[in-house]
T-cell receptor, first 116, second 115 residues
Framework: GAVVSQHPSWVICKSGTSVKIECRSL??????MFWYRQFPKQSLMLMAT?????????EQGVEKDKFLINHASLTLSTLTVTSAHPEDSSFYIC????????????FGSGTRLTVV | AQTVTQSQPEMSVQEAETVTLSCTYD???????LFWYKQPPSRQMILVIR??????QNATENRFSVNFQKAAKSFSLKISDSQLGDTAMYFC????????????FGKGTKLTVNP
């Protein structure tokens, strides 16, 4: 139980285009979704927190106009990287809290974005 | 602000031996949750073990166990009978209680299990 499906697993896009990453909770309702960015050999850096039906909360230093987050339903949250540039190339991971035999967090499998 | 510190960037262990990964944290909260996550080369985050701060008994999951010292704010992970598949990045993480609180991660420890 508590599975988050993240797509795509990898994507290559041209500089200036936009890319959308989807995270779907398959067997539970994800009222909250956390979006992380991870650079090679580093820890996860929280970018923003989305809550169903309301605006996302962005961490300091994260450009909200570049990283658009939508959480329109209890099972789907999306991250759109707008006008992507090579420096946006990274590994993006979503995560949702859940309560199943205790309290925890489940993670999507991640999306490797390469901007060329 | 809550912080999580993992002081061992890299560690290695021989197959079948035991290794301990250290983690300390800082918080003024009394109720919170602690986690160890494993990130293998596939980069999928996998929950290894979790501990509720109000529980005095140390959590155990098969070969994985923790030494939770609340007063010292320490949460180390012991891996017994290490296996090659244990090779991964290990992240210690902390959150206060509540359904929408974010996880605070340490910088991670890269563990290599040698044959």
């Amino acid at each position: 139980g508590a599975v988050v499906s993240q797509h795509p697993s990898w994507v290559i896009c041209k500089s200036g285009t936009s890319v959308k990453i989807e995270c779907r909770s398959l067997d539970f309702q994800a009222t909250t979704m956390f979006w992380y960015r991870q650079f090679p050999k580093q820890s996860l850096m929280l970018m923003a927190t989305s809550n169903e039906g309301s605006k996302a909360t962005y961490e300091q230093g994260v450009e909200k106009d570049k990283f658009l987050i939508n959480h329109a339903s209890l099972t789907l949250s999306t991250l759109t990287v707008t006008s992507a540039h090579p420096e946006d190339s990274s590994f993006y991971i979503c995560s949702a809290p859940y309560a199943l035999l205790g309290y925890g967090y489940t993670f999507g499998s991640g999306t490797r974005l390469t901007v060329v | 602000a809550q912080t999580v510190t993992q002081s061992q960037p890299e560690m290695s262990v021989q197959e079948a031996e035991t290794v301990t990964l250290s983690c300390t944290y800082d918080t003024s909260e009394n109720n919170y949750y602690l986690f160890w996550y494993k990130q293998p080369p596939s980069r999928q985050m996998i929950l290894v073990i979790r501990q509720e701060a109000y529980k005095q008994q140390n959590a155990t999951e098969n070969r994985f166990s923790v030494n939770f010292q609340k007063a010292a704010k320490s949460f180390s992970l012991k891996i017994s009978d290490s296996q090659l598949g244990d090779t991964a990045m290990y992240f210690c993480a902390f959150t206060t209680q509540g359904g929408s609180e974010k996880l605070v991660f340490g910088k991670g420890t890269k563990l290599t299990v040698n044959p």
